[in-house]
């Protein structure tokens, strides 16, 4: 599900390299705007229930944040260093003086820290979307909250009992809208073409409580189409619909995360997705800017596509798959707060039988 997921973004990120920002607006308004919509929102449910699981088989919060940091930070780091020393001086248009000279490339250094900056001197500027070279690393920062967050709802005993996790997430999907409502000064905001990253966030949360309440969800053909419509209709430009679609969109994704087909053997023991992620929008721009004749929407697809996979491969036999080999030397003498070492008080912290 999370290559299907990542593709689906590359397709879609094909339309913005082809032809501009402008595209941004115009699909949003199509008749398939909301289901495009849901990919980035199922994508933090997926990964919210994933790491549900993987925080009640860590032994410590050290553990778990170990897990995530191997999981997520050696990636990204070699692709913010691929863009920035091998990627950028063979495209920009500045001397490689003024390039290796220049503050832009020191500020996107940066993004090895998730603090994201999209620009490098003299890359791109003459795309149908200028300049940006990772426009898809705005989610890094919300991705990190996401960890964060649930680590404070265990510190703070939210996670003791499912209820009072779920009841939490619950406040929250209500206060927020609320408090975007006041600071608009009483009006609507604008819906964007995107989901807020904050709503990115409660996705991922309800897809904690969806692993919590994992042998209570009820599986079926009409509650999957009922969550299936409430989503599409709260993305479809509801005002301020999209504040309130995560249990929705979360309850849909687990249930066809939890199909389960056969797996193709050229994914057997390997993850691609996130090296998709990392990877594709890079390549597209740069395809773009090297073949002009590139600028269409297919022509981006057919050819980025080949070569984003054969990079993610790349990122994971390579880089990935390596660090997470490491994960036997995390440390775990920190026991995690409510959470004795016992697998089965574990299981109890989550909800489990």
């Given at each position: 599900m999370r290559i299907v997921l990542a593709l689906i973004v590359l397709c879609l990120h094909s339309l913005t390299t082809a032809y501009g920002t402008g595209l941004d607006f115009a699909w949003d308004t199509w008749l398939y705007g909301p289901w495009l919509r849901l990919v980035l929102p199922m994508f933090f449910a997926l990964s919210g229930f994933l790491v549900a699981g993987s925080f009640m088989r860590s032994k410590s919060i050290l553990h778990f944040l170990g897990l995530r940091f191997l999981r997520i930070y050696p990636a990204l780091a070699v692709e913010v260093l691929l863009s920035?020393?091998?990627?950028?001086?063979?495209?920009?248009?500045?001397?490689?003086?003024?390039?290796?000279?220049?503050?832009?490339?020191?500020?996107?250094?940066?993004?090895?820290?998730?603090?994201?900056?999209?620009y490098l001197p003299g890359v791109f500027a003459d795309n149908p979307y200028p300049?940006?070279?990772?426009?898809?690393?705005?989610?890094?920062?919300?991705e990190l909250l996401c960890y964060i967050s649930l680590t404070a709802a265990v510190l703070v005993g939210f996670t003791k009992k499912r209820q009072v996790f779920m009841l939490a997430c619950l406040v929250m999907l209500i206060a927020y809208p609320i408090a975007r409502f006041f600071v608009h000064g009483g009006e609507l905001p604008v819906t964007a073409t995107k989901v807020p990253?904050?709503?990115?966030?409660?996705?991922?949360?309800?897809?904690?409580?969806?692993?919590?309440y994992r042998d209570r969800l009820p599986f079926g053909v009409i509650p999957f189409g009922v969550a299936l419509g409430i989503s599409l209709a709260l993305l479809s430009g509801l005002p301020m619909g999209e504040y309130f679609c995560a249990?929705?969109?979360?309850y849909l994704t687990v249930v066809l995360g939890l199909l389960n087909p056969r797996r193709i053997n050229f994914l057997k023991g390997a993850d691609y997705s996130y090296g998709l992620f990392l990877y594709h929008f890079a390549i597209?721009?740069?395809?773009?800017d090297l073949l002009p004749s590139l600028r269409t929407w297919w022509a981006v697809i057919a050819t980025s596509l080949p070569?984003?996979?054969?990079?993610a491969a790349a990122s994971w036999h390579l880089v990935e798959m390596p660090a997470l080999k490491l994960k036997g030397?995390?440390?775990?003498?920190?026991?995690?707060?409510?959470i004795r070492n016992r697998r089965a008080d574990v299981a109890n912290e989550f909800g489990e039988s």
């Open positions: 920035a020393l091998i990627l950028g001086p063979i495209v920009t248009t500045v001397a490689f003086s003024q390039y290796f000279g220049s503050e832009m490339f020191f500020r996107y250094l940066l993004n090895i820290t998730g603090h994201i900056y999209y300049n940006k070279v990772n426009g898809q690393l705005w989610t890094v920062p919300f990253g904050n709503v990115l966030v409660e996705t991922f949360l309800w897809g904690v409580v969806c692993y919590q249990p929705f969109v979360a597209q721009q740069a395809m773009v070569a984003s996979i054969l990079v030397r995390l440390p775990v003498h920190l026991p995690m707060p409510f």
